[in-house]
């Protein structure tokens, strides 16, 4: 129930001015903070398993943000209204080539985080994972 309120909490600081330097990334930690104290009383973490389980959630988290960083440069490049056909369907399917990318990454860091954690807490990881991201996304849409 604290982290929920602790979500409710963070979630309005996505709506923000764009026009004020740093502001963008002072509420992206506050969200990524919120987001690891609901995983952290989720999955109950214990003293051995904690560095270990963040050094490498960390280090996914990276890659994957890398990955769709690509994924989306990719596809605004497709829907580019001035591109050619050509360089249209190259840059879809440079965007597919990318999101294969993903799948195995996810798969890679699901062997790696199994030798840390448990498959139950593995479970509970993407199920709080998916819970968060919904309810952002609910607080955006409104």
């Known amino acids: 129930m ?5 979500i409710i909490l963070a979630l309005p600081m996505l ?15 506050k969200i990524q903070s919120a987001k690891i104290g609901l995983i952290t009383e989720k999955l ?14 960390n280090e996914y ?9 690509s994924i989306k440069k990719t596809l605004d490049e497709a829907n580019s209204l001035t591109a050619s056909d050509d360089k249209i369907t190259a840059s879809q399917r440079q965007a597919i080539a990318y ?7 996810e798969e890679e860091y699901m062997g790696k985080l199994l030798k840390t954690i448990t ?11 998916q819970n968060f991201n919904k ?3 609910e607080k955006l849409h409104e």
Not at 2 to 6: A, C, D, Q, R, Y
Not at 15 to 29: A, C, I, L, P
Not at 119 to 127: D, G, H, I, S
Request: aromatic letters at 10%.
């Open 15 to 29: 709506s923000f001015s764009q026009n004020r330097h740093g502001v963008v990334g002072d509420r992206f930690e």
């Open 135 to 137: 309810k952002l996304m």
């Open 44 to 57: 109950n973490l214990t003293t051995e398993q904690a560095p270990q389980f963040w050094s490498v959630y």
């Open 119 to 129: 498959p139950k807490q593995y479970a509970e990881l993407k199920r709080t994972e």
């Open 99 to 105: 999101k294969k990318k993903e799948i195995e990454l």
């Open 2 to 6: 604290k982290h929920i309120l602790i």
């Open 61 to 69: 988290q990276s890659k994957k943000f890398e990955l769709r960083r």
